[in-house]
Each structure stands twice: as structure tokens, then as C-alpha cells.
């Protein structure tokens, strides 16, 4: 699987949008990108994923660049609890036992 | 309600002991996977198993064992032959979805078991 590198850390006002960007620039031409969030000491949960077309659903929005090196997840009105550490990572689906990859991610705090 | 659960939430052992850490899921999921995390890290693998009965090494596989005897159930034995056992255990699974059906591939995780030796 492909890495990905994502900032350490970022700050968003509540109530603005939130925008997590990932670069995977190695992502070859079957894999997915997915994106993932972890609050605090709790199991991570799934936000998002996409091949090359931007996909929305009830979390977030998910922007990839035509030559897919990049993506953004949009969390388009950001709460406090929305405060946790994002993962994007990328996998092949329908492939079993994928050596998922999970960098460091990126701290979104949301600050009041 | 379908999801994975892990037990115990946290655990306090001595070292030198083994201890077993419950992972369970009623999702009815062929793979299912355990990382571990440690202090503002990212998660590291350490077995999975894309079938009953079959497992493979992650890359962290030294002093931990499992087992996969049933479909719901990937129980993760600390040995004490990890050297640094303390830390946070997470459990999860995936369905990569039927040819031509729905394609997810998304992990669903645990709650997460915290492990401390003291």
C-alpha cells in the first residue's frame, strides 16, 4: 500500500469548514483513498473513501486531484467534537489482509 | 446492533505474565486485523487473518500470538516475550464486499483494550 503524509496538526474556528489535506503520491491505480478519524482513547472511525471522483456523504466531503497524488477531506461546518487526530491512509478494497499503513495522522482542533 | 467488541477495557497485569486480550464481532466479517498504538502514534500492525483458521504476521508480530478457531472471534495473546507490552490494543474487521456488489473495504474497529504492565 501507498504512504501518506499528512500536517501534524491544525486549527479550525467552530462553525468553519475544516479542510484535512493528504498527499499520497506513490498511489497507484487501484487504490482507494480512505480517511479515518480517532478521538480520543476510542477505536478509529470511518469517514469517508474515493477513487478519483470527489464523493460527499453525512460526515464529510472527499476532494481528489485529477492525477490523485492528493486529497482533501472537508468537514464543511465543524463542531468541538469534531476535535479528534484524521487518518488518511490507502488500500486496495476487496484485497484481504492489506498492510494498512497508519501514519501519525493530522490533529484538528476545533476551537470555540 | 452489529459491531466488534473488545474486553476488557483496560488491563493491569505483571510483567513477565501473558495475558489475552477478547475480540469479537458479530458483523460476520472474513478479515479481522489487531494494531497497537502507542502515545501520539499512529497505529502499528501486528497479525491478521483473512479467514478461519489462517493468520499472518503484521509487522510488529514479536512476543504476541492468536488464534482464529471461528469466524467471530481473533483473540490476541500478549506473551512476555514483548519486551515493551504497554500500550493500546485496537481490534478490527473488514469485508471487502462481493464481485460486482457494494465496494467498502472500510475497517470497522473496537473499542480498544488499554494494557498496562506494571
Known amino acids: 500500500d501507498a504512504k501518506t503524509t499528512q500536517p501534524t496538526s491544525m486549527d479550525c474556528a467552530e462553525g468553519r469548514a475544516a479542510n484535512l489535506p493528504c498527499n499520497h503520491s506513490?498511489?497507484?491505480?487501484?487504490?482507494?483513498v480512505y480517511w479515518y478519524r480517532q478521538i480520543h482513547s476510542q477505536g478509529p472511525q470511518y469517514i469517508i473513501h474515493?477513487?478519483?471522483n470527489n464523493e460527499t456523504n453525512e460526515m464529510a466531503s472527499l476532494i481528489i486531484t485529477e492525477d490523485r497524488k492528493s486529497s482533501t477531506l472537508i468537514l464543511p461546518h465543524a463542531t468541538l467534537r469534531d476535535t479528534a487526530v484524521y487518518y488518511c491512509?490507502?488500500?486496495?478494497?476487496?484485497?484481504?489482509?492489506?498492510?494498512?499503513?497508519f501514519g501519525a495522522g493530522t490533529i484538528l482542533r476545533v476551537k470555540s | 446492533d452489529g459491531g466488534i467488541t473488545q474486553s476488557p477495557k483496560y488491563l493491569f497485569r505483571k510483567e513477565g505474565q501473558n495475558v489475552t486480550l477478547s475480540c469479537e464481532q458479530n458483523?460476520?466479517?472474513?478479515?479481522m486485523y489487531w494494531y497497537r498504538q502507542d502515545p501520539g502514534q499512529g497505529l502499528r500492525l501486528i497479525y491478521y487473518?483473512?479467514?478461519?483458521?489462517?493468520?499472518q504476521k503484521g509487522d510488529i508480530a514479536e512476543g504476541y500470538s492468536v488464534s482464529r478457531e471461528k469466524k467471530e472471534s481473533f483473540p490476541l495473546t500478549v506473551t512476555s516475550a514483548q519486551k515493551n507490552p504497554t500500550a493500546f490494543y485496537l481490534c478490527?474487521?473488514?469485508?471487502?464486499?462481493?464481485?460486482?456488489?457494494?465496494?467498502?473495504?472500510?475497517?470497522?474497529f473496537g473499542e480498544g483494550s488499554r494494557l498496562t504492565v506494571l
Open positions: 478490527a474487521s473488514s469485508n471487502p464486499g462481493l464481485a460486482g456488489g457494494p465496494d467498502t473495504g472500510e475497517l470497522f
Open positions: 506513490t498511489i497507484s491505480g487501484n487504490e482507494y
Open positions: 474515493g477513487l478519483k
Open positions: 491512509i490507502v488500500r486496495v478494497p476487496r484485497i484481504y489482509g492489506n498492510k494498512l499503513v
Open positions: 458483523l460476520n466479517h472474513d478479515a
Open positions: 487473518s483473512q479467514i478461519v483458521n489462517d493468520f
